[in-house]
């Protein structure tokens, strides 16, 4: 029996299926090559935009057939969509095939979910309400190798007025310190280069009178030839601490993410963010002064309700002036529930695409300006693929650059010091240094 999972977002939900991927091993499945040769086939879904929910729709829409044709076989539905209010019924009546629907604090439920629905002939749907869980008994099967990514923390508490995710993913709950040190020292033997901690916002992470500064520098410290990043990072809750551990552990890549989502403080304050331009660059300041090669990359909302041209331009300005070497950038999107939502102001599509546009082309001309220093320099990078169409290894550096490479034996998992011979916009090329 194979199992296929499809999953939409972030590097949460890429980690979260590789907890579904663990569920399914233990129920005997193993992975199937293609969607077409899969006994059970599980969407792990995203809600945090419109366009994430509609690419799910369609994708779901088009197995219609191959249930039609393939007797046995079983459609699952998880995730954040799954959770979202009033979705797993839209979800139930659109697809009335689909025979599981499970929200995002079910995965310890998920076996007994297949093992009801293969006994039930009518759908199993299974939400359940946040109740501190941490999915902390399920082993994932790791997808990601070199990199693995680990959960410090659960959930949202900061309710910024556009955003989904506390309704989705229910209140911030933080992992046992203990616990994440001592999955990462079995990362670590088992020859993982890079940890990532992850977390909706892990500078609130705490356990106990462990911090996220404290929790890092004990990951960093680690005995082992690794790296550590985290994301995401929350302004409002930006320490010296941080930056201090940041600078003492060479195990910490010089790369923070840390989303500004607009440069104008009436927006930010729309936002619920808590904070404001000027403290954004007092952060970046600190960074740069403690660390000066440390990397800020971030996200960036246009067209939030209400925002005037010159509000945008805020934004613009502070890809510049904080120095961000590359960002998400994202058109506002409605999310029904949320604060905003209810916000008068919708700004019209056409002036959403101008400005995400001309946001797109200020972020690359930084990222340009910056990827054109790294030529004839020397950067150390942890080799994750192959590129069969380029014929080259690939890699990144501890600020997050892509690199690639020729090598005649495999290098996948291995550091490897590159002369930079060609920056080409966001991607360098080199050779291994002597
Ligand atoms: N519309 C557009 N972008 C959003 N994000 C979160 N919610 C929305 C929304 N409703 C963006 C933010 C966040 C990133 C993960 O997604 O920039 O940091
Ligand atoms: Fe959403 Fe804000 Fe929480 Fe990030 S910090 S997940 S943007 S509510």
Known sequence: ???????????????????????????????????????????NTCCIRENAENHAFGNIGA???????KKGLLIAVGGCMAQERGKAELLRKKFPFVDIVFGTHNLNELASLIERKRKERKAVVSLKEERGETEDGIVPVRTSYPNAWVNITYGCNNFCSYCIVPYVRGRERSRGAEQ??????????????????LGQNVNSYRDGDVAFPELLERVARIEGNFRVRFMTSHPKDFSAELVRVMKENPKICRHLHLPVQSGNNRILALMNRRYTREKYLEE?????REIPDCEVTTDLIVAFPTETEEEFCDTLSLVKEADLSSAFTFIYSPR????????????????????????????????????????????EILCEDYDGKKGLYLGRDQYGRMGYFASGTDMIGKFVKLVIKEANGISLYGEIAE
């Open 180 to 197: 994440i040190l001592e999955e990462v020292r079995g990362l670590v033997k088992e020859g993982y280069g890079e940890i990532t901690l």
């Open 284 to 288: 970046i300041a600190l960074l740069k």
């Open 63 to 69: 197995l219609k057939k191959l249930k039609r044709e």
């Open 1 to 43: 029996m194979k199992y296929c999972i499809v999953t939409y977002g972030c590097q949460m939900n890429l980690h979260e299926s590789e907890k579904i991927a663990g569920v399914l091993r233990g129920e005997g499945y193993t992975e199937a090559g293609e969607i077409g040769e899969a006994d059970i086939i599980v969407f």
């Open 336 to 379: 029904e529930g949320t604060k905003a939502a209810q916000m008068e102001g919708r700004i019209p599509e056409d002036i959403a695409k101008d400005r995400i546009m001309r946001l797109v082309e200020a972020v690359n001309a930084n990222t340009r300006e910056k990827s054109a220093k790294y030529a004839g320099k020397t950067v």
